[in-house]
């Protein structure tokens, strides 16, 4: 695995694979081929739900003189797949071919790779607790045992653009951007929280009112962190605020949550994947909520086995759920689904704490079988706007 600094990025949504993504791919490109001019060819879901999710704005704003051309193929080697090309008084003089790989990370075509190398010598995630196991470590400790002591000033800056992006989505009114018109929701459901009395009632009208406050942001072109994606971004900071405003953890031990959700993100998209055009929305979401659910759980001070198992059930509880969203937006049924998966974190949290010596799956079990069954999806499924709730609100 490479380090977590990656994982974490704080940066502009709504997409870290068709926005972030691209937008790397351009500088990288411009910067090998400064040029007068530039075509940007997208394919498969970086064309298919590129305009609602901003590609274009992206690569205009990035590149000078840019042509954006949305190409109905598909390219084999990869469902975010970025063609780009170089002109000089109209002759072209380079391309270069881009793959979006989630979570902002890019590849590009003949290269292993165009990001940094691991640093984590472990294969699995049995690996890992046994080494934890042996030296006396806790999974944050593990964390800062390979990432060195920055580590903790890189989480806490993390954790203060979490809470920046809570509080001001809690602030904002009016409408989205985009042709679905929706309305904001956090800041109506932060003040039903106030209001409410029961406590059950009153965690869920808390952490709903967190996770939009953040998708709302991100949807609109806002500052977030990949948790591990722009349009899974709200599920962590979530359960992060309520973990440090209703129930008094402080700053500290949020930072130590914050490299324990890492590692577990960070494995999954090692392994496997956090691209929704690659597996659907259960490598983006099913992976934010095992992160979110490894952090309140090592918060509640479960030991490494349920922490694992705290995750496991938040993964798996999220196998084959579809990525379709509606006319291209991060909006629908993304935010709603970070809410969710929220509550759903906190949940699994507390689950593990009564069954983890009973169970028979491990996460890397869990892994591998979410990675196969998002292969196994239907292309439709993988970020194309064209199947699920998307294909039936078109439909109406
Ligand atoms: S449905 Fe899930 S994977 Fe797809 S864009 Fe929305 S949050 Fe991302």
Known sequence: MKTIKELYKIGKGPSSSHTMGPEKACRDFQQRHPADAYRAVLHGSLSM?????????????????????????????????????????????????????????????????????????????EEIVEYCRDEGLDYAGYIRRHEGPSIDEFLQTVFEAMETAVDEGLHKQGELPGALALKRKARSLHERARRETDPSDKRIAILGAYAFAVGEENASGGTIVTAPTCGASGVLPAVLLYARRHQGYSVGKLVDALAVAGLFGNFIKTHASISGAEAGCQAEVGSACAMAAAAHAHLRGHDLSAIEYAAEVALEHHLGLTCDPVMGYVQIPCIERNAAAALRAVDASRLAAHLSDFRKITFDYVVETM?????????????????????RYKLK
Do not use: C, W
């Open 371 to 391: 990675y196969e069954t998002g292969r196994d999806l239907p292309a439709h499924y993988r970020e194309t706007g064209m199947g699920g709730l998307a294909k």
């Open 49 to 125: 739900t590129g305009r609602g999710h901003l590609t274009d704005r992206i690569i205009k704003e990035t590149l000078v003189n840019v042509e954006v051309v949305f190409s109905d193929a598909f390219a084999e080697e990869h469902p975010n797949t970025l063609d780009l090309f170089a002109f000089d008084n109209d002759r072209e003089i380079a391309s270069d071919r881009y793959f979006s790989i989630g979570g902002g990370d890019i590849l590009r075509a003949g290269e292993a790779s165009v990001e940094s190398q691991p640093i984590y010598p472990h294969r699995t995630f």
